[in-house]
């Protein structure tokens, strides 16, 4: 795992900075199954919602500085068996501020990729994630990346 970058830059100069962030993300969103049957099938769903974070991103004027932001999900995940039992998946998200009229411009995505393996109703998954934020009000912008390996266990029923 790495930790992630952050770039601040502004009129003046430009900085780069190692940091970790705490983030509180959490969406709704309504999955549309385009293709597929199943969650345990070859599919690809569509997803479209909600999102509310809290993220406490460096800041230029104090790095306990909390930004929140509410807007709009879209994505997409995608379910591909190579045989009864394993596969490969793909999940992507992208995150846009609905208020226009803040001063305050911010977006982000999310995106990973893995292969897992089932055994009965259980699923191990290892993988790899990217995820980008980009935020700027009238003075100063802020870009951070991170990326690195994910794993897990899903039980399905």
């Given at each position: 795992?790495?930790a992630?970058?952050?770039?601040?830059?502004?009129?003046?100069?430009t900085?780069s900075?190692d940091?970790?962030r705490?983030l509180?993300?959490?969406?709704h969103?309504?999955?549309?199954?385009?293709?597929?049957n199943?969650?345990?099938?070859?599919?690809?769903?569509?997803?479209?919602?909600?999102?509310?974070?809290n993220n406490?991103?460096?800041?230029w004027?104090?790095?306990?500085?909390?930004?929140?932001?509410?807007?709009?999900v879209?994505?997409?995940?995608?379910n591909?068996?190579?045989s009864?039992?394993?596969?490969?998946?793909?999940?992507?998200?992208?995150?846009?501020?609905?208020d226009?009229?803040?001063?305050?411009?911010?977006?982000?995505?999310?995106?990973?990729?893995?292969?897992?393996?089932?055994?009965?109703?259980?699923?191990?998954t290892?993988?790899?994630?990217?995820?980008?934020?980009?935020?700027?009000?009238?003075?100063?912008?802020?870009?951070?990346?991170?990326?690195?390996?994910?794993?897990?266990?899903?039980?399905?029923?």
């Amino acid at each position: 795992l790495s930790a992630p970058t952050a770039a601040i830059s502004s009129d003046e100069s430009t900085n780069s900075i190692d940091t970790t962030r705490k983030l509180d993300l959490s969406y709704h969103a309504a999955m549309f199954r385009i293709f597929g049957n199943n969650s345990q099938d070859t599919s690809v769903v569509l997803k479209y919602g909600k999102f509310e974070m809290n993220n406490a991103l460096p800041s230029w004027v104090d790095e306990s500085d909390e930004k929140s932001f509410k807007g709009i999900v879209k994505g997409g995940e995608l379910n591909l068996y190579l045989s009864s039992f394993m596969g490969l998946e793909g999940n992507y998200s992208q995150y846009e501020d609905s208020d226009s009229s803040d001063l305050d411009e911010f977006e982000g995505k999310y995106y990973d990729y893995s292969a897992f393996v089932e055994l009965s109703l259980i699923r191990l998954t290892v993988g790899s994630y990217r995820e980008e934020w980009n935020y700027s009000d009238s003075v100063n912008s802020l870009e951070t990346s991170e990326k690195g390996l994910l794993g897990g266990v899903k039980l399905q029923f």
